[in-house]
Nanobody, 120 residues
Framework: QVQLVESGGGLVQPGGSLRLSCSVS????????MGWYRQAAGKQRELVAR???????AYADSVKGRFTISRNNAENTVYLQMNSLKPEDTAVYYC??????????????WGQGTLVTVSS
């Protein structure tokens, strides 16, 4: 059974940085695309960063230039480095494998997520 465990969230001031981690068990991530999603209160979950197996990355316009997705295949872990955080980045963040046909949907069951709050 595949499990996704997100961590690293917290309260940060605007302009600050956080690094999120997603530990994956039950499935090797080396040959699969992985993504970070977020869901703000009252809004739908959205894909903000995607990492393809060959290292190609894609980002939502709202985070481009500020967020960086990466992976450590040996540790089976995906990371999201978030810099220059804004209050509108406040959300619960999740990782998952994006569906090829609809990347906004995840292939795997969802983890518990990690809450990021950007506020002064």
């Amino acid at each position: 059974q595949v499990q996704l465990v997100e961590s690293g969230g917290g309260l940060v001031q605007p302009g600050g940085s956080l690094r999120l981690s997603c530990s994956v068990s039950g499935r090797r991530i080396s040959f699969n695309a992985m993504g970070w999603y977020r869901q703000a209160a009252g809004k739908q979950r959205e894909l903000v960063a995607r990492l393809m197996p060959r290292g190609i990355t894609a980002y939502a316009d709202s985070v481009k230039g500020r967020f960086t997705i990466s992976r450590n295949n040996a540790e089976n872990t995906v990371y999201l480095q978030m810099n220059s955080l804004k209050p509108e980045d406040t959300a619960v963040y999740y990782c998952n494998e994006p569906m090829n046909s609809d990347p906004d949907r995840g292939v795997l069951g969802w983890g518990q997520g990690t809450l990021v709050t950007v506020s002064s």
